[in-house]
């Protein structure tokens, strides 16, 4: 059996984000670039939460932060509390 490699990290993912499938041209993501695999217009203001099947929160992931992305993972945005573009 191959082991993934770099090739392995430039190979499209599918994953799920607010519900609706969507493909990652990388498996290496932010969560703002997680984000921005959805619509347009819950990037600002936003933060990307990883959950699981159920819709329960896992964690919360940076927009900073990149993580590798597996098959089928499940993301949602939720708006972001206190910075810029929270609850007003």
Known sequence: MATEGASGQDRPI???LDGHEVT?????????????????????????QEINKQGKKIRTIRDDQEIELHEDERFRTVPSEGGPGGST
Request: glycine share 10%; proline share 4%.
């Open 24 to 48: 990652s041209p990388t498996r290496r993501r932010t969560g703002r670039q997680i984000r921005e695999l959805g619509t347009a217009d819950r990037i600002e203001g936003f933060e990307t």
């Open 14 to 16: 599918e994953i799920i």
